[in-house]
């Protein structure tokens, strides 16, 4: 595909409710969207950046300038298949996040041409993939029982509480006696402990978790791996697996039991693709999961989820949980507290234009020369 013009788009999507996890509370989305212009259709990427940089680096005002003035000038006027485009960006370091937007759109821009879905592209062995729930930091136990009975009756099979100190075995206690042995619970500290809490967070093992993910900062791979070795609750790596490499350092040092498999966080569908098939040979399990995606990113990571060595439940939700316009059709809940995953060409989702235009509050056009 000729890349004949990348067009940049920030936009702000309200949030149906506001969302705390141990990073800050948000509540509108601010989020980039990539458009492909090619030589064929139109492709789209999202770029999983958030408003500020408390999750990973990359934070959404950085990532337009850097994908405007860095990255998108590098693929102008160049033939790529999408599956390239990443290497492509090689000699600029890091930004994972904004460089799999890039991907995404001219990969979406091809598939769509090829009439393949990124699923099948990709090696998707489902068709569905269990939703989960994130639930954010409340700090008020009737209000997450509330908020616990809503996403249980609305069919989400596995609920995962973010966590912080101060608000971790008591809510997590409250949780499992309020919804019995049926609903599967992870638990999410946005890496807010440290080395020295891993004897307070035993105390979590009592209550069958499904996952502990991120309990120590990004960085701190050593301490995960103490962690992974001290706790029975299995230790899950998000924040710190930035990249393929930081994959095989996590695996090589033992340092989870599992890997939160998020494309944008890795820096592309690509590299999501060997961070799968390395955390597989290794025997270390997989989980999906989500950025408060719009319907764009959220159809990828349904892809990434279809994956075969994918099997535990994330907290991949329907879209209307999150945000009241989206600008794809919503992706909602089916049968069974599952989610389809997206089988026509590309993405396998139509972008609503006019709601892309009217939540659009900058916009930059960059055409090959
Ligand atoms: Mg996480």
């Known amino acids: 595909m000729r890349v004949e013009a ?3 788009r920030r936009l702000r999507l309200p949030l149906v ?46 990532a337009f300038a850097v994908l405007r003035d860095h990255l998108a000038p590098r693929l102008l006027g160049r033939a790529l298949a999408g599956d390239d485009v990443v290497a492509a960006l090689d000699d ?24 393949t879905s990124l699923a099948a592209w990709l090696g998707a062995a489902r068709t569905a993939v269990p939703a989960g729930v994130a639930v ?18 609305a069919g989400y099979r596995r609920l995962k509480l973010k966590i912080a ?28 402990y440290r080395r020295d809490d891993v004897d307070h967070l035993r105390a979590l093992d009592a209550y069958d978790l499904q996952l502990l993910e991120q309990p120590l900062p990004p960085d701190d791979l050593v301490g995960a791996a103490l962690a992974t070795a001290r706790l029975v609750t299995p ?8 990249s393929v490499g930081e994959a095989e350092t996590a695996l090589a040092l033992r340092a989870c039991d599992v890997v939160v498999l998020k494309a944008a966080r890795v820096g ?37 989820a279809a994956l075969p060595g994918v099997r535990l439940t994330g907290d991949l939700s329907a879209s209307d949980r999150y945000v ?38 900058e916009l930059v056009e960059l055409v090959a020369g």
Do not use: I
């Open 235 to 242: 230790v899950g790596l998000d924040e710190s697996v930035g």
């Open 268 to 304: 592309g569908l690509v590299a999501a693709r060997r961070v799968h098939d390395l955390c597989v040979a290794a025997g270390v399990g997989l989980c999906p999961g989500g950025l408060l995606e719009t319907g764009v990113g959220r159809a990828a990571a349904l892809a990434v």
């Open 17 to 62: 409710v506001p969302f705390t996890a141990a990073h800050g509370t948000t509540a509108v989305r601010d989020v980039v969207l990539v458009r492909a212009r090619t030589d064929g259709p139109d492709g789209w990427g999202e770029c999983g950046a958030q408003h500020e940089p408390t999750y990973t680096a990359e934070h959404t005002a950085g």
């Open 136 to 153: 954010g930091v409340m700090g008020d136990l009737d209000r997450l029982l509330q908020a616990v009975d809503a996403y249980v009756g």
């Open 165 to 192: 100190p101060g608000w971790d075995v008591a809510p997590v206690e409250a949780v499992r006696a309020h919804v019995g042995a049926g609903v599967e619970l992870a638990v999410d500290a946005n890496g807010a």
């Open 92 to 115: 600029v370091r890091g930004h994972p996040m904004a460089k799999a937007a890039l991907e995404q759109a001219v990969l979406d821009a091809r598939l769509r041409r090829d009439g």
């Open 6 to 8: 990348l067009e940049l």
């Open 324 to 361: 009241a316009r989206d600008v794809t059709a919503p992706l909602r809940l089916a049968e069974g507290g599952v989610l389809a995953v997206p089988d026509g060409p590309g993405l396998g989702v139509d972008l609503d234009l006019e709601a892309v235009e009217e939540l659009t509050v």
